[in-house]
């Protein structure tokens, strides 16, 4: 016998078509705000950017326009060519030590390690440091004069030279110094978390395969971390396109300009050296940069990902 | 903060029709430079008025700049602003800029201060900025102790420049102390030139830029001096500023500096004494030419009528004898107004004010394109890019940096 | 307790050609426990989600009580729905997931704990009324997403393959609770599964569905027995119905039989209803299920429709309660079912019986049953 | 056989070899901050003399003192202790607001999908790589007009802006990861749009939370450029009074000063990372990672 109910509960108040209506119009409107912002102060500053590339540009924003004239003026720039080699040997060799030491103390620390937390903790601090700070510590310890090499001096190896921060060819070394010391141990948390997110038995199942230990991690583990990979490139390579307050604080894009990076570039001529013309084109070659280099990797990863 | 200003004007527009306020963005914010603002601030104080701080330190004003750009853009320019040589002509160009003729012809600027000053501060025959301090930059700074103990005499020209270096050299002394910013590396460069080139070839190249000049004989002359010059710093230089280098100089660490007479400061602060602890004499074979680097303050246009009042004050008052004097005391440069009784300035001071009113006669006084006196920010730039790379880099020659000099300044122009 | 008619269901998915629902028909009378099974993409899960108002429909019409709901937001409907993950909400306990529902229509607090008092007593969770989902096994969760479909009394109860979380033991034994349930209450269930035997042990009805279409609505005995067509008739059952391609001859007597060779190459004459007369020359695939072939049963007197004849035994499967062998028929595997205690080993020839009378013919183009 | 050789191994030497290459890093990471903080404690002459990173001959806060209170950081020497609060009043709205509005992008993106949201998302992610100097004039007309110039609320609004790309990735990595039926039952619940977010998702979006609000305090706090430029004269952060400390000096520079300045600017950070540090791992294994 079915039960009766007695006691049926309060029919839900009936909603009116407007308030419905609201049901599918409220993500809209939640997102809307956003849209419009991102719109506006993402790529209507960026078409800004690329009209003022094309003007004459020089104090301030004046639209007289001069065609491609500023891209011919960028690409014959000694100092542009130079901050985009040093951009790519500081962008590669940047991310590579950050990724290549983030999975090697991840896997380190994943394996059971007493006081976890703390070593943990000393990895990540640097990443609560403004670049200032790094910098101004940096350019201190790296000084020749002052720091580590009179230090390995004091030590009597009199004949120790260190002087990467003063020598125009090394100087860009340094940048990568300082940023990977600071990114590296953000770029290990990722990946300690990735590790804790993989299934053990697969780890197990292996073993008893008769896989080794690094055997195990190179062909499963590390591939099975490939969208913690994906995660970390794009961090750190949002974090080299835009270093700028680390150059200017550890090395100010010298000696001479030999360490300069795009991001200065473009803010000394826009800013100090009454060239807005040329640093928006500039700006706009980074961008491009970016799309060039971006796109098809997450377009590759993102369209992976869903066939899987 | 507009509501803020609003409401003060109101008030103060009731009781005194000249109070107002400035907000002042500049970027003096070490310790003697710092002390000659407050003083100003003091002063302003004095009269009624309140000042809004806007210091913004870093890369000779570099930081600044950004700032007083984006505020302008903004429409909410400082009521002031520390602006020198040829950008105070970009921004009057803009129309940002207040008339000051009211305040000039009543204070009567023209008779006080010189016509190669006077010229800076005006756009279109107005006066747009107020003129603070007239500095030489072509100073040997040297330490008397150091050549001592070196066996050596303090240079007088370039040849006597290198004889002592490699004395001091010798002796374990850095002959020549070095900051390694572009900025140091074209004024040591600058005084170099104006050496090799001569008062009217300097000019040519700086201010008219005279091709056949920037890429002349001499110049590359001088450019192989600045290079060989490098050989007598120490290795550590990138980077250092300014003050650090004079304190090597200081210590007797170092013997020599190229700078600015700023650099007096620095030893005036560590208790040393001109002539005695410290000699300054003219860059090596630039006596009686004068490089200037006048600084500034550019007023910017106010619709408020409080902070138009104390802009004016603000102008008058750091034209006052009293504040030209305490300032520039401070600071190791010399008044702008030649008119003033300069009893407490010391040799240094009196010796630059000698040969600036000599050279304003003679042809010698020529204006610093280290310090943005010479020629756009846009050309400054590229020479400073040109010549830093120079000096940094040992795969370069000197005639063919003469070549890009040339080149780089005609793309800026 | 609700009746729910769906009348002409269509579904087109944005920027895809292909309808995934192509005109579903469906009355559902109050009380009925419908099950609607089908293989992975037929539909079937679409069809529950548009039925909750989770997915709109692109026409067609869904009644509640001859109340169209199909434009009603979801909350709207009085529908719970228990998913196939339970999606408890983990923050809540397990009172707070089971009150959720009632709180959001403000029911008062007294009426609220009285609910839940009945509920939790009548699945027994009422001792986990304090714990977290986290903290509760997956029968128990799977008891809670039921509790907390049911405090709501709403009129219409949704199930997306509620049990295929759990392990074998435990399905059965919440299939039965289920069962139970609906038995007491006597509500309005449609239930989603692609375990057959789910859907014959629980339903009602049952809805098979293949690429968005229902194949055949009615009772468990009715898809199994009499299937449409090959396709109702190989996806219910288990080893599933053998299909046997044959020709219809006519014998002496003037009766419908054809010719089934073994793997040794011998045919064997075997009868057919009369029926198939029509079809003589023709050919037709017979649907024969496993239990209709078996060893000789001494009560089965060999009647026209039940022959013997003689495989060869290929393989044996012993399950426990029955042995499942396969035999070779007109080059076909053939799986049938035996007594668990015959003393047979593999390679044996066996005399089997074939029972044709429940058997099931189908046109081989059409592949529908010719005899419905 | 092989698992319990390898694991034997593992015990042995290869876990000394783990240790010491862990225990190594960990004093690559320390030295600069031990650089720091031992010159932050010596005398001017003692960092002429001493090394880099031997201990103080005699341990003095003079420089504490004064980075907190006495040091010129322009025509005022109140030290950076007023622009300690500046930034405070800064952050705070800032980074609660970006992650507010994270949090809501998130849950629509990843939990109501429309036609069209999907695209944005992906233009969103680009937002996060512009450099951040290309915006600054434009940015500053805006604020003019909207005559926000100069003041704490348009630096927030600049730093929300520009955080809203992060924190709605965040919140959307962490929700795609959240069964949509959580949300399917909701509805048939009763729950709307909102008693959905507040009642189901936020409750268990706590890990990621901490990740957004690390991850935003960091950069905003950190931030230089935006804060020079947007804040008004009395309203200035604390990184633009550590820019003018280090680069104000005469003579001699103070070394020491500049670094106790340098960790007073950087105490709120560590800090957070010290207390919430371990919130940050968890938050990101909980599914931030999962691109």
């Known amino acids: 016998m079915p039960v009766t109910h007695t006691n049926t509960p309060a029919p839900l108040a009936s909603t009116t078509p407007w308030q419905d209506k609201m049901q599918v119009w409220l993500p809209k409107l939640i997102l809307s705000p956003t849209i419009v912002v991102t719109l506006i102060c993402v790529y209507g500053f960026v078409i800004w950017t690329g009209l003022l590339s094309f003007t004459k540009s020089r104090f301030l924003p004046q639209f007289d326009f001069v065609g491609w004239r500023q891209y011919e003026r960028l690409l014959n720039n000694d100092r542009w060519i130079t901050a985009c080699e040093n951009l790519l040997i500081f962008g590669g060799l940047f991310i590579a030590i950050c990724l290549l030491i983030g999975v090697l103390l991840a896997i380190f620390l994943d394996q059971k390690i007493q006081q976890e937390g703390m070593i943990r903790t000393i990895y990540l601090y640097p990443m609560a440091l403004s670049f200032i700070v790094t910098g101004t510590a940096w350019k201190w310890i790296l000084n020749p004069g002052l720091g580590l090499e009179n230090l390995v001096h004091q030590m009597g190896f009199t004949d120790f030279k260190f002087d990467w921060l003063v020598n125009s060819d090394m100087a860009v070394y340094t940048l990568v110094i300082a940023a990977v010391w600071q990114s590296s141990g953000f770029v290990m948390a990722l990946f300690l978390a990735g590790l804790r997110g993989i299934d053990s038995s697969i780890i197990n199942a292996a073993q008893i395969d008769g896989a080794s230990k690094p055997r195990i991690y190179w062909s499963i583990i590390l591939p099975c971390l490939r969208p913690v990979f994906f995660s970390a490139i794009i961090i750190l390579s949002h974090l080299a396109i835009k270093s700028f307050d680390l150059v200017t604080a550890l090395t100010s894009g010298g000696p001479g300009y030999s360490s300069d990076l795009p991001a200065l570039f473009m803010y000394s001529h826009s800013f100090t050296r009454g060239q807005m013309g040329l640093g928006a084109a500039s700006a706009i070659m980074m961008l491009a940069g970016i799309l060039a280099i971006l796109v098809p990797y997450l377009y590759s990863e993102l369209r992976g990902k869903r066939n899987a | ?413 | 307790m609700a009746k729910l008619d769906l009348i002409d269901i269509r579904k087109t998915y944005p920027k895809s050609d292909l309808e995934t629902l192509k005109g579903i028909n469906i009355s559902i009378e109050p009380g009925e426990f419908l099950i609607l099974v089908g293989p992975s993409g037929c539909g079937k899960s679409t069809l529950m989600n548009t039925i909750a108002g989770l997915e709109d429909i692109s026409s067609g019409e869904i009644r509640i009580n001859d109340v169209d709901v199909s434009g009603l937001a979801p909350k709207d409907r009085d529908i719970a729905m228990v998913f196939q993950s339970y999606a408890l909400y983990p923050n809540m306990t397990v009172r707070e997931n089971m009150a959720f529902g009632l709180k959001i229509r403000k029911t008062p607090t007294t009426e609220i704990d009285a609910e839940i008092k009945r509920v939790s007593e009548l699945l027994q969770i009422d001792h986990l009324l304090d714990r977290k989902p986290s903290q509760l096994s997956g029968g128990q969760q799977q008891r809670v997403a039921m509790g907390r479909a049911l405090a709501r009394r709403p009129k219409l109860y949704l199930f997306d393959e509620p049990l295929s979380n759990l392990d074998a033991k435990l399905r059965v034994e919440m299939r039965t609770e289920v069962k139970k349930l609906h038995q007491r209450l006597g509500t309005t269930i449609v239930y989603v599964t692609h375990d057959q035997i789910e859907a014959m042990t629980l339903a009602d009805r049952i809805a098979v569905m293949k690429a968005g279409e229902v194949q055949q609505l009615g009772s468990p005995y009715e898809i199994y027995n009499h299937p449409t067509n090959m396709f109702v008739a190989g996806f219910m059952g288990s080893p599933s119905m053998n299909f046997v391609p044959i020709t219809v001859l006519e014998n002496s007597d003037g009766h419908a039989c054809t010719e089934l060779t073994g793997s040794d190459g011998k045919a064997q004459l075997l009868a057919l209803p009369d029926k198939l007369k029509t079809y003589v020359g023709k050919k037709l695939m017979l649907g024969l299920r496993p239990e209709h072939i078996s060893q000789q049963l001494s009560h089965h007197s060999e009647t026209d429709l039940i022959s013997a004849a003689r495989f060869n035994i290929e393989i044996l499967e012993p399950t426990g309660p029955e042995t499942i062998a396969q035999i070779t028929i007109n080059d076909h595997a053939v799986h049938c079912r035996l007594a668990p205690d015959l003393s047979i080993t593999a390679g044996q020839d066996l005399d089997l019986m074939i029972d044709v009378s429940k058997a099931s013919f189908f046109d081989p183009d059409s592949e529908r049953n010719i005899l419905l | 056989m092989h698992s319990s050789s390898t694991s034997q191994g593992d015990n042995g030497l290869g876990r000394w070899l783990i240790y010491g290459v862990l225990a190594l890093m960990a004093l690559v990471y320390l030295l600069p901050l031990f650089v720091m903080l031992v010159t932050s404690f010596k005398t001017g002459t003692d960092i002429r003399t001493g090394s880099l990173i031997s201990l103080p001959q005699e341990w003095v806060t003079d420089s504490w003192q004064a980075a907190w209170g006495t040091a010129c950081t322009g025509v005022t020497c109140d030290g950076i202790k007023g622009y300690f609060w500046n930034s405070i009043k800064m952050v705070v709205p800032a980074v609660l607001i970006s992650t507010f509005i994270g949090a809501f992008n998130g849950y629509v993106i990843s939990k109501w999908r429309f036609k069209g949201s999907d695209l944005f998302f992906s233009l969103m992610l680009f937002g996060c790589f512009l450099p951040f100097q290309l915006v600054l004039l434009p940015m500053a007309a805006m604020l003019g007009k909207l005559g926000l110039a100069n003041t704490t609320t348009g630096l927030v609004l600049v730093h929300v802006i520009y955080g809203v790309a992060f924190t709605t990735l965040f919140f959307r990595n962490y929700y795609i990861n959240v069964p949509d039926e959580l949300v399917k039952a909701a509805k048939l619940d009763g729950a709307g749009f909102f008693t959905i977010f507040w009642a189901i998702l936020l409750p268990i979006s706590k890990p990621i939370i901490m990740v957004t609000i690390i991850w935003q305090f960091t950069s905003i706090w950190n931030d230089f450029l935006f804060g020079v430029v947007y804040s008004g004269a009395d309203s200035q952060p604390i990184t633009v009074a550590l820019n003018n400390l280090v680069n104000t000096s005469t003579g001699v520079k103070a070394y020491n000063v500049d670094m106790a300045a340098a960790i007073i600017a950087a105490l709120p950070t560590l800090l957070v990372y010290f207390v919430a540090g371990k919130y940050f791992v968890r938050g990101l294994t909980a599914g931030s990672v999962k691109g």
């Open chain 2, 1 to 413: 903060m507009k509501l803020k200003t609003l409401f003060l004007a109101m008030t103060f527009a009731a009781g005194s029709a000249t109070a107002g306020e400035v907000e002042v963005l500049h970027w003096w914010t070490s310790g003697g430079e710092a002390k000659s603002v407050a003083v100003l601030k003091q002063m302003m104080e004095q009269q009624g008025h309140s000042w809004k701080d806007f210091a913004v330190a870093g890369g000779g004003g570099e930081s600044a700049m950004t700032v007083l750009k984006t505020r302008v853009v903004s429409g909410n320019a400082p009521t002031a602003a520390q602006i020198k040589g040829h950008d105070i002509q970009e921004w009057a160009e803009l129309d940002y800029l207040a008339n000051l003729d009211t305040v000039a012809k009543k204070e009567g600027w023209e008779q006080s201060v010189p016509s190669v000053v006077t010229d800076i501060m005006k756009y279109d025959s107005h006066y747009v900025a107020v003129p603070v301090n007239v500095h030489r930059v072509n100073w040997l700074w040297a330490n008397p102790a150091a050549f001592k103990k070196a066996g050596a005499t303090i240079p007088t020209n370039l040849d006597e420049f290198f004889v002592a270096a490699d004395k001091l050299k010798a002796a374990g002394i850095i002959p020549l102390a070095q900051g390694g910013q572009p900025w140091q590396e074209a004024t040591l460069f600058e005084a170099v030139a104006l050496e090799i080139l001569g008062s009217a070839d300097y000019r040519k190249a700086f201010v008219d830029h005279d091709m056949a000049v920037l890429k002349g004989k001499k110049m590359v002359e001088a450019l192989t001096i600045f290079k060989k010059m490098k050989g007598y710093t120490d290795q550590a230089a990138s980077g250092r500023d300014w003050n650090i280098a004079t304190n090597m100089v200081i210590t007797g660490q170092a013997g020599m500096q190229i700078m600015g007479d700023w650099a007096k400061g620095e030893f005036i602060a560590a208790g040393k004494k001109p002539g005695v602890d410290f000699v300054c004499v003219p860059a090596p074979g630039t006596q009686g030419q004068f490089t200037f680097n006048v600084d500034s303050f550019a007023m910017f246009k106010q619709k408020d009528k409080g902070a138009m009042a104390a802009q004016n004050d603000l102008a008058k008052t750091i034209l006052t004898p009293e504040f030209q004097e305490v300032f520039n005391l401070n600071k190791g440069s010399i008044p702008v107004r030649t008119d003033m009784d300069l009893s407490k300035f010391d040799q240094c001071a009196l010796d630059s004010m000698d040969t600036f009113k000599a050279s304003a006669t003679s042809g010698d006084l020529v204006p610093s394109f280290a310090h943005g006196m010479a020629t756009t920010s846009a050309i400054q730039g590229a020479m400073y890019d040109v010549l830093t790379n120079y000096y940094n880099s040992d795969n370069i020659s000197a005639q063919d940096t003469a070549n890009l000099l040339a080149d780089v300044v005609e793309d800026a122009m």
